[in-house]
């Protein structure tokens, strides 16, 4: 699992951080691949979960075998879906696509921005009734937000696709949750214990495709994607990966600062999860 | 921001923050991440916000317990994991609940530190979930205790009597064989020898917590041990198998002859296969690998690959020590799955050694384990179990048990294979002279256990009573166990938790075997609706046990409910209720499989009583013997 700066030797000794999480991560698919069928990966084409299909292509010798999954709000980026149509080809990805019901058939009592993104959560629960799925596998770090530093690697959610985190199941040593009730499925979560910073020194060290939205153009950049309507870039003339990773490496500002429904009230993200979002 | 790129080549060293509820965890990780410069601006802003909006200064421990419930309660419900960063090193802090109840969290958390931080608040001294982490902290195998004496400015920083408070903690982690690295006198709240030095305690010259975790050991390397690589899976792609699994320890190459599982097949590493990397010729402890092998044997998921001189342990009774994470006790019986790396094994807890007291930390035999304890258990498999006692700095070596709801119920550091140790009591059931032979002869009858399940008022115990009266009419010695009758006397100890029920099984099966053995014919007559209680009782009976399936439907025996038990549960005045709220497991293959929604009692009994007479007629050749 050695990186190509490397391959002189072809005898390991050590492995350093970036190997362990890579390492980590395939055990994790790998674990998934066996205990959950249909399983399947929610691509939504951000970095993250390009790197998360190109740990599946290293845990399974080049390829993906399962589908991929893109629950379409209808409101990426028009760079987003040009992306997915080019590496659905490449990658000779299994991709499948759910749409999201209209935000009018949201929970009123959200604010604007969550109401918008629990779109995503309805589009993906009609995904996994419909596909019956046992295992989900969906990109989300425990540095990004509070409330996802508290997530297991396997995290089972019941027929409600509730999340319940209060009678969540112990997990250590490497040992996860199966699904043992008709109606629950498991989210699995390989990225869990990678950072931003980690994602940006990966895909710099594999030379992982992205969208160029993640880099500056005029003096602003994406550092995180989501619908259109609700992301704001960030200022930034980081214009290649390695001045993105100068950037991150110095900056103070956190990751979903540009995604606005982390930001309207203190329990608005929260609440979202527990219903089911990422 | 050169620190990041140093920090980089080196894995984060985790380590668990655990000690006694309101000892100060939360409030010292807050401080520790701001007062060495690893908050973003955001986050100092929103726990001030927060903070005032309680109408509170600022609470460090709100950075930790970013979730609202949390936050209304101030308690920690789960174990958080914060990446942290110094002088150039990487750690991760695990901050685990110090609410009694939530065990299960701090496991989750604290499973793979390295190093741990144990608060206690220097005022009041350890504390009863002091203990409890500290002796979870032993058997994980974590070595490494910094104890973080905090709230000494209650004390009013006098060393005399933060050095009582060291000598008491000192005393009870040496009870534990627990070795505390270092003790550091600090008060988080106000920074005192977290990241700074304290002016108000000039007698201290030790290090400051900060200090204190930079002298934190490295990880050590698994790789110089002999190799352990379990199977995680095999793959076929493009006509080509791969063995895919994580080495736990050691290295393998291409070219290494490896032997393969208990059913020791031989196979050579022919390649070490991987995308978008250079060809491998070897891989080490940690990484995940897929290899192939000549010749091309599928091994199974859980079979460990070793090399021919290093073989592991290899047993079917393990002893182990435990820490127990079910609500309800552990009793001897109870059977689980252990899954120990990628293996799963079907395992019955045959004897609790001792019973680890937590109130004066003394061990003691015990006849259960209770909710969140700790104990030394014997395991015994129907199947060799290959595996490495359990030593600290490595991660295979420790199982979890598993129930049959799929839940991970405790977990289990192996100590060994169970060997009798001395004064361990012994026992050694005498042989009766009289042989099976002689009892049939006389009685004319083979002994035999007829096993009746069936969910409440399908008709067990009424099927069996009138086969019974028939056979004993027929000149059969005949005799009724159910389940109702043993309640009354000998089980009426145990109520309904899943533990009592199996327990349960396992007398009335222990009592059939003795009654078997004396030559009877015995029905039983018992719900027993989980397959692996009666798969116990098949096993504890032996030879001679059928399994008959009294089979009607639910709708039909709550209609019928003669005890009025459907009732009581539908209207929730009893809960665990077979077929309500509680599953019911139908035998795959029963013996005989009896319908009773349809058709007469009488016919039922009828095939039920013939059917006993075939089973439990002798054979020609044991009657011309006679």
């Known amino acids: 699992m050695k990186n190509s700066n490397s391959p002189q030797t072809g005898f390991e000794s050590t492995m350093d951080h970036l190997d362990q999480l890579e390492a980590q991560s395939v055990f994790i698919l790998r674990e998934a691949y066996r205990k959950l069928r249909p399983l ?109 530093a508290k997530e297991r690697v396997f995290s089972p959610r ?80 980081a214009s290649t990966l390695a001045e993105v990773i100068a950037e991150l490496e110095t900056t103070r500002t956190s990751e979903r600062s540009g995604r606005a429904m982390d930001h309207e009230s203190e329990d608005a993200f929260e609440r979202l999860r527990v219903a089911g979002y990422l | ?89 990487e750690f991760v802090i695990v901050d685990a609940p110090g609410h009694r109840q939530f065990l299960r969290n701090m496991i989750t958390g604290a499973a793979d530190a390295e190093a741990a931080v144990l608060v206690v608040d220097a005022a009041e001294g350890a504390r009863e979930q002091t203990r409890r982490h500290a002796m979870l902290l032993h058997l994980i195998g974590i070595r490494h205790v910094i104890v973080l004496l905090n709230k000494v400015d209650l004390l009013d920083f006098d060393q005399e009597q933060v050095r009582q408070v060291e000598q008491s903690v000192s005393e009870l982690l040496a009870k534990l064989d627990l070795e505390a690295a270092l ?3 600090a008060s988080a709240r106000d920074g005192d020898n977290i990241a700074a030095r304290s002016e108000r305690m000039p007698w201290y010259d ?22 352990r690589l379990p199977v995680q899976d095999v793959y076929r792609f493009n006509d080509k198998r791969y063995v895919a699994g994580r080495i736990e320890r050691g290295r393998v190459r291409v070219g290494d002859t490896v032997i393969i599982g208990t059913q020791k097949t031989p196979a050579r590493i022919a390649s070490i296969e991987s995308w978008h990397t250079a060809p491998q010729l070897s891989a080490i402890a940690g990484q ?45 019986g109870e ?116 096993w009746l399940t069936g969910l409440s008022g399908a008709g067990k115990s009424t099927l069996a009573r009138g086969a019974e009266a028939a056979l004993f009419s027929a000149g059969l010695d005949v005799t009724v166990l159910d389940g109702d009758t043993l309640r009354t006397g000998l089980c009426k100890d145990l109520g309904f938790s899943e533990a009592d ?75 665990g209720f077979t077929g309500i709220d509680a599953p019911y497991e139908a035998p795959q293959s029963p013996a005989l499989h009896l319908k009773t929604d349809a058709g007469s009692a009488d016919s039922a009994v009828k095939t039920l009583a013939s059917f006993v007479k075939d089973t439990a007629k002798l054979t020609g050749a044991a009657r011309a013997s006679s």
């Not at chain 2, 409910?561 to 005045?573: C, I, M």
């Open chain 2, 183 to 185: 003790f550091v006198p």
């Open chain 2, 335 to 450: 059977s689980f799955k252990l899954r120990l790396a990628t293996a799963e094994h079907a395992v019955t807890v045959t004897s609790i050694e001792s019973v680890l007291n937590l109130d004066d930390l003394t061990e003691q035999p015990g006849e259960e384990v209770p909710a969140e304890g700790f104990a030394e258990i014997t395991l015994s498999a129907s199947e060799n179990v290959q595996f490495d006692p359990f030593a600290p700095g490595t991660a295979d070596g420790r199982g979890v048990l598993v129930d049959r709801q799929q839940r991970i119920v405790g977990g289990a550091p192996l100590i060994g294979p169970a060997e009798i140790a001395v004064g361990e009591k012994v026992i050694h059931p005498s042989a009766s002279t009289v042989t099976v032979q002689d009892r049939e002869r006389q009685k004319g009858q083979r002994g035999t256990v007829f």
């Open chain 1, 40 to 148: 399947a990966m929610l691509w939504s084409l951000g970095k993250d979960s390009n790197v998360m299909v190109w740990l599946a292509k290293k845990a399974f010798l080049g390829r993906v075998p399962f589908p991929v999954m893109h629950v379409d709000t209808g409101k990426k980026f028009p760079e987003m879906y040009n992306f997915r149509d080019e590496y659905t080809k490449r990658w000779d990805l299994d991709l499948l696509l759910g749409t999201c019901p209209p935000v009018e058939e949201m929970d009123p009592s959200l604010p604007p921005a969550a109401r918008s993104a629990a779109r995503k959560t309805a589009g993906l629960a009609a995904m996994i009734e419909k596909h019956k799925l046992q295992g989900v596998i969906a990109g989300i770090r425990r540095d990004e937000q509070g409330t996802r």
């Open chain 2, 1 to 89: 921001m050169s620190k990041s790129v140093t920090a980089s080549q080196d894995a984060a060293t985790p380590i668990v923050i655990v000690g006694h509820v309101d000892h100060g965890k939360s409030t010292l990780i807050g401080r520790l991440l701001h007062d060495t410069d690893n908050l973003q601006d955001g986050k100092v802003a929103q726990i001030i916000e927060s903070s005032k909006k309680r109408g509170l200064k600022i609470e460090w421990s709100f950075l930790l317990d970013s979730l609202q419930i949390e936050r209304d309660q101030g308690v920690t419900v789960d174990s958080t994991r914060i990446p942290f960063l110094l002088n150039g090193r």
């Open chain 2, 501 to 575: 029920r199996t327990e349960n099984v396992r007398r009335a099966a222990e009592v059939a075997r003795i009654l078997r053995d004396a030559g009877q014919i015995v029905l039983v007559a018992l719900i027993s609706p989980l397959q692996s209680d009666r798969a116990l009782a098949r096993q504890i009976v032996g030879d001679g046990f059928e399994e008959i399936f009294v089979d009607a439907d639910l709708s039909i025996c709550e209609k019928r409910d003669p005890k009025g038990l459907y009732a009581a549960a539908r209207s929730g005045k009893i809960s």
């Open chain 2, 206 to 227: 030790g290090p400051t917590l900060t200090e204190a975790l930079a002298q934190v050991p490295s990880p050590a390397s698994r790789a110089n041990l002999p190799l």
């Open chain 1, 158 to 237: 019941g027929a409600s696709h509730k999340w319940d985190i209060r009678n969540q199941p112990p997990e250590f040593w490497d040992q996860y949750a199966t699904p043992h009730e008709e109606g629950m499925h498991i989210r699995v979560h390989p990225l869990l214990a990678w950072r931003e910073i980690d994602i940006w020194r990966y895909i710099e060290r594999e030379g992982i495709p992205l969208v160029d939205l993640y880099f500056a153009k005029n003096g602003k950049r994406y550092r995180s994607l989501g619908d259109q309507d609700i992301t704001n870039p960030v200022e930034s003339n």
């Open chain 2, 288 to 332: 995940s690998v897929a290899v192939t092998l000549e010749p091309d044997v599928i091994p199974d998921r859980g079979d460990l690959l070793h090399l021919p001189d290093a073989a592991p342990v290899e047993a079917s009774r393990i002893r182990t020590r435990l820490f127990w994470l079910r609500q309800e006790p552990l009793r001897v």
